[in-house]
T-cell receptor, first 114, second 114 residues
Framework: AQSVTQLDSQVPVFEEAPVELRCNYSSSVSVYLFWYVQYPNQGLQLLLKYLSGSTLVESINGFEAEFNKSQTSFHLRKPSVHISDTAEYFCAVSDSGGYQKVTFGIGTKLQVIP | DGGITQSPKYLFRKEGQNVTLSCEQNLNHDAMYWYRQDPGQGLRLIYYSQIVNDFQKGDIAEGYSVSREKKESFPLTVTSAQKNPTAFYLC?????????????FGDGTRLSIL
């Protein structure tokens, strides 16, 4: 069985400050890791993913996440947030099987304060 | 542009009534999913389908039913047996079996009780 823990349900941060959204996972098999973003009343959009290779992955809008196998973590970071980053962020883990069961965390609401 | 269309965006259900949520995709994806989203609980899997004319129960299938007669369509019926149907429902699709493929989401249907 696999599980995802997002340690913070809400994270307030001032505009232009750095932010880290924490995600830990557990799984007995090899996994793929994802971060999705959800704006109000919309579906989820893929932000970035880790499949293999370099443990640091980046998105086009300045977010990055680092896969740490020993700590079973996949924390999301941004060095300087904007108002437009206000949204809910979901960490997800997928197994490598054919069905690809995806388990989502409960989400972290990022509130950027002007 | 390819994507997933969910309709209606808002839906109201009367006591004892069945309602059907529509999900259509033109991404040529084989696998489709239905999730339920409640505040603070993340996404929970209701049903999934890997191929036409086949579907499987997810973690919270009781009170719901689905069909998959066409590759493009995966409607969800919320039956009167679902005693707490108020939630945000998300449909997703992906290409299974290729390892680490992200899920693409529609913009959701918000269901409320009258």
């Amino acid at each position: 069985a696999q599980s995802v823990t997002q340690l913070d349900s809400q994270v307030p941060v001032f505009e232009e400050a750095p932010v880290e959204l924490r995600c830990n996972y557990s799984s007995s098999v090899s996994v793929y890791l994802f971060w999705y973003v959800q704006y109000p009343n919309q579906g989820l959009q893929l932000l970035l993913k880790y499949l293999s290779g370099s443990t640091l992955v980046e998105s086009i809008n300045g977010f990055e996440a680092e896969f740490n196998k020993s700590q079973t973590s996949f924390h999301l970071r941004k060095p300087s947030v904007h108002i437009s980053d206000t949204a809910e962020y979901f960490c997800a883990v997928s197994d490598s099987g054919g069905y690809q069961k995806v388990t989502f965390g409960i989400g972290t609401k990022l509130q950027v304060i002007p | 542009d390819g994507g997933i269309t969910q309709s209606p965006k808002y839906l109201f259900r009367k006591e004892g009534q069945n309602v059907t949520l529509s999900c259509e995709q033109n991404l040529n994806h084989d696998a489709m999913y239905w999730y339920r989203q409640d505040p603070g609980q993340g996404l929970r899997l209701i049903y999934y389908s890997q191929i036409v004319n086949d579907f499987q129960k997810g973690d919270i299938a009781e009170g719901y039913s689905v069909s998959r007669e066409k590759k493009e369509s995966f409607p969800l019926t919320v039956t009167s047996a679902q005693k707490n149907p108020t939630a945000f429902y998300l449909c997703a699709s992906t290409t299974p079996g290729q390892g680490g493929q992200p899920q693409h989401f529609g913009d959701g249907t918000r269901l409320s009780i009258l």
